[in-house]
């Protein structure tokens, strides 16, 4: 059997987007049910939660059946790798060290089967405006961190998921979500602008909720992983190419 490589982002599990959050987190057991045999490693490329803080003691509740498939993924030796997205980049230790889980909390380029990937949630690629990099400083600068874990954990995890479903909603009222084609993109301009010289054949990212396989004039490709909210998509490499792949299609009606 070939063993396979797949990535799946924003999930954003606890989100107020999800109409039925427990079958959301159902649907995303039985994928992970339908590729245990055949995946050599998983690549979660961020927002899997819509709001992820770890206190010492304390981590936010729910989000058990995901959480206990990707560990016993883990112990059957798939190797499952988690790179923190705007929503959850709050995680100091619990998903290594309980869930098995490799995190990443930058982009990466790896190399599979002698095909380059870069991989990155992209919140933070190609977007250089003064909102987003202060947010950003703030989001990933450890002394505010530690500033938020002195508050009490009811406190602090209520106001990071109240705060984080009202930024989520805002988005999705201004047509978020829809491909605003190649120039306007920011992590297609930015897969546009990198330097070739770095031979990637496979840029791969989240963030945008939008599914996306576009190729690149030098012959790279870029995918955009769509969602586990409205899409049910991911990609799969199958050691050659990857294709962009939907979940349950039976079910799922595919955007006009």
């Known amino acids: 059997m070939v063993k396979k490589i797949y990535f799946v982002s924003d999930a954003h599990f606890g989100s107020l987007l999800a109409k039925d959050a427990h079958e959301q987190e159902r649907k995303m057991v039985r994928w992970l049910d339908s590729i245990r045999d055949d995946a050599d490693e998983l690549f979660l490329l961020g927002d899997l939660f819509d709001f992820w803080f770890e206190y010492k003691t304390v981590v936010p509740k729910g989000f058990v059946r995901f959480l ?14 988690f790179f923190t997205g705007n929503h959850d980049i709050w995680t100091f230790g619990y998903l290594e060290q309980e869930i098995g889980l490799t995190v990443h909390r930058k982009p990466e380029i790896i190399e599979r089967n002698g095909k380059r990937f870069f991989l990155a949630h992209g919140d933070r690629l190609g977007d250089h405006s003064m909102s987003v990099r202060v947010i950003q400083a703030i989001f990933h600068n450890r002394f505010c961190q530690r500033l938020f874990e002195l508050l009490p954990p009811r406190l602090g995890l209520g106001f990071g998921l109240a705060w984080s ?63 586990w909210i409205t899409h049910f998509s991911y990609a799969v490499f199958d050691g050659v190419t990857v294709s962009l792949e939907y979940f349950e299609t039976e079910t799922y009606t595919k955007p006009v």
């Open 165 to 227: 479903r009202s930024n989520r909603l805002k988005p999705a009222r201004r047509g978020y979500a829809k491909f605003l084609g190649e120039d306007k993109e920011t992590l297609v301009r930015f897969a546009k602008g990198y330097p070739e010289s770095d031979n990637i054949d496979f840029f791969m990212f989240g963030h945008r909720h939008i599914v996306l396989d576009l190729m690149l004039k030098n012959s790279s490709h870029i995918y955009i992983l769509g969602d």
């Open 68 to 81: 206990g498939k990707l560990a016993e993924l883990s112990d059957a030796g798939v190797k499952i790798h």
